[in-house]
């Protein structure tokens, strides 16, 4: 297997999809805002210092999930995509993506961001195949809880070996933003560093990484 991985926020977006769908539910009315924009706003500077609670962060995601039908959640969502997302969505993601698909790799998103949020835009980008932070649904209703590994830092590793289910892969390119990825960088056997934050720059610039740049 020849495979590509992509990271999606700030690497396939300009934004971070899931600080932004915190914002969005703030700014549709739905959730309390001073409570919400408090706690996702220091969640996602916890990210970027590379000190995030996965597991502490997706359960405050998940709440709002769990006070509503998939219905209405679908309907959001697309709601979402057509408000924050789809201007977000770079250009040069969708041509690296199309050189892949062109050379007959393996397309892979990974995320460590929720499912809910992440596979409908990864779908949007021409990828099917998502390994991220899974929400528990039962009984066809979200539970507010995680399941499997959290999907970052070394848990993408994790997450990858287990999607791979012992199949070799002879060649890899992995494409990120953050350091946060340094792990599933170090795997890939062409690790590109894409409008990478402060400490993936010095990083990419010792390993001999590529450095893009895909902003709009």
């Excluded at 899931?18 to 220091?42: C, Q, T, Y």
């Excluded at 062109?102 to 992440?118: M, P, R």
């Excluded at 899974?134 to 999607?163: F, H, M, S």
Aim: hydrophobic letters at 40%.
């Amino acid at each position: 297997m020849k495979l590509a991985l992509f990271d999606l926020d700030h690497t396939l977006l300009n934004t971070d999809s899931d600080h932004s769908w915190g914002e969005f539910l703030v700014n549709e009315g739905l959730v309390d805002p001073v409570r919400h924009r408090a706690m996702n706003d220091k969640f996602y500077e916890d990210y970027k210092a590379g000190k995030l609670d996965p597991i502490a962060y997706n359960e405050f995601v998940f709440e709002f999930l769990t006070q509503h039908d998939h219905t209405y959640l679908t309907e959001l969502h697309e709601l979402f995509m057509q408000k924050v997302i789809r201007p977000q969505m770079r250009p040069k993601g969708f041509e690296a993506i199309q050189r892949h698909k062109e050379a007959g790799h393996e397309l892979v998103g990974i995320t460590a961001t929720s499912d809910f949020i992440t596979a409908p835009i990864f779908r949007e980008f021409g990828i099917t195949e998502i390994i991220a932070t899974n929400a528990e649904v039962k009984d066809g209703k979200y539970t507010g809880k995680v399941i499997n590994i959290p999907c970052y830092q070394k848990g993408k590793l994790a997450r990858l070996d287990q999607w791979l289910e012992g199949r070799d892969v002879t060649e890899s390119w992995v494409y990120s933003d953050s350091v946060n990825d340094r792990f599933l960088l170090e795997y890939a056997d062409h690790a590109f560093a894409i409008n990478p934050d402060d400490r993936l720059e010095v990083l990419a610039k010792e390993e001999g990484w590529e450095i893009q740049d895909w902003s709009i």
